[in-house]
């Protein structure tokens, strides 16, 4: 698999200011973290090119040695890159103005951009202050207590970025545990972080050191080849090198909820994070519940888990998920109207939606919306609908995959073009 997308951000964003020269192996090679690497440049970090062993060299100039960007520093497509330099930018003494595509700019921001004035930064945006783009003017902060309003490991990584640069300690509470691969790297940096109750505590105080990294492969894009071999009648997918960190396993354990054959076969660690071969056979699905505490970690894997659920028997309820309508696309509608184009009966809610599995599903032509996700589960459903399946816009997958296609041919032996 590509490397583990959100690990990758933060191994630039995190190395970019500590004090030394580190190696990031296996780095995600797609346009966000890219877009992350660009912005970095422009705030003077220097990221050498891939070497003759993959590896990416990043320059680390301490927490004090950004520079202020003589232009407008460009997201692309990536909420990741916009949320996270945020919380970096707010902590520098000077102004930076940051945006995106058209699909960032209709993001909402409101989330970070209220915690980061409680904490001294200037920042405004577009209506109201919550679209990008962002100018932030930041400096001076002070250490706050805030519990966010919904998990989201995002907006708690801006804010422990930020903190690094507070007077006084940080206290991010969050309802329910989200991913934590910023904690990990922090940690590993020297810094003094601690997690008691659902209360990450982060005290500043001290520059970071560099570390080498060896990214994981990506759990949301192994995803595909799981659900993929799941809904097939005659499959065995073995996917290698799988980063299986606990707050990002719950499509894991919706898929074994739903009856799918598989396997978790422990790998050691990459980069302080747990790793796996995960195999993944035919198998006889059921419809299940989706929700509560069980989203936070599998949310960015909604939109194929909603194809393995047309394949199931039964129902399958997806609830708490709202935040999927801040995506790159609102994927909720999204996947009710193109899920429907293939034959599947699908309601959706203001939160979440059902998906009514088990009816015979029809190839289409689908949308991707410009989404990677969607590009690639729509091409998963493909798979195993009869007929022919055409995925618009199939270049989307190149956010966070840019092999999809050429393993999509190699997995299945199917002709695409």
């Known amino acids: 698999m590509p490397g583990d997308k959100s690990i990758s951000h933060r191994a630039l964003i995190l190395n970019a200011i500590a004090e030394g020269e580190a190696r990031v192996s296996n780095l995600c090679p797609g346009a966000d973290v890219a877009s992350t690497a660009r ?48 919380g970096l930018l707010a902590g520098q003494p000077f102004l930076s103005i940051i945006t995106g595509d058209d699909s960032l ?39 706050i207590d805030y519990s966010l309003p919904v998990a989201s490991a995002q907006l708690k990584s801006a804010l422990l970025l930020a903190g690094l640069f507070a007077d006084g300690p940080t206290v991010v509470r969050e309802p329910s545990p989200s991913r934590d691969h910023t904690e990990r790297m922090l940690r590993a940096q020297g810094v003094e ?6 209360a990450i505590t ?42 299986v960190n606990p707050g990002r396993t719950g499509v894991l354990e919706a898929l074994s909820a739903m009856g799918a054959d598989l396997e978790v076969i422990p790998a050691g660690e990459q980069g302080g994070e747990p790793v796996a071969d995960l195999v993944a056979r035919s ?20 939109p194929v888990l909603a194809v393995a659920a047309a394949f199931a028997q039964g129902e399958t309820r997806f609830r708490d998920a709202a935040e999927l309508r801040f995506k790159e696309t609102d994927r909720l509608r999204a996947l009710a109207t193109e899920l429907g184009r293939l034959g599947v009966v699908v309601e959706e809610m203001p939160d ?20 990677h996700r969607m590009a690639m589960a729509m091409a998963v459903a493909g798979l195993a609908a009869p007929g022919e399946t055409v995925v618009d816009d199939p270049q989307a997958a190149e956010i966070s995959y840019p092999g999809f296609w050429r393993d999509l041919q190699r997995v299945s032996g199917m002709d695409w073009r």
């Open 39 to 86: 912005c970095l440049r422009e705030l003077g970090v220097e990221i050498l090119p891939a070497d003759a062993e993959g590896d990416v060299r990043v320059l680390g100039v301490g927490l004090d040695g950004l520079r202020e960007p003589a232009q407008i520093l460009d997201a692309g497509n990536s909420g990741t890159s916009v949320r996270l330099l945020s």
């Open 105 to 143: 700019r209709s993001r909402p921001m409101g989330r970070i951009v209220q915690p980061l004035r409680l904490m001294g930064c200037e920042i405004r945006g577009r209506r109201g202050d919550t679209l990008p783009p962002l100018v932030i003017r930041g400096g001076s902060l002070k250490g």
């Open 193 to 198: 972080l601690w997690t008691d109750d659902g």
């Open 202 to 243: 982060l005290v500043p105080g001290h520059g970071l050191a560099s570390v080498d990294v060896r990214v994981p492969g990506d759990i949301s894009s192994a995803a595909f080849w799981l659900v993929a071999a799941a809904i097939h009648p005659d499959a065995e997918v073995v996917v290698r090198g799988v980063g």
């Open 283 to 302: 198998s006889r699905l059921r419809g299940i519940d989706v929700g509560g505490d069980l989203v936070p970690r599998l949310i960015d894997e909604i």
């Open 352 to 371: 979440g939606m059902v998906v009514r599995g088990g009816g015979g599903l029809r190839g289409a032509r689908c949308l991707s919306y410009g989404d």
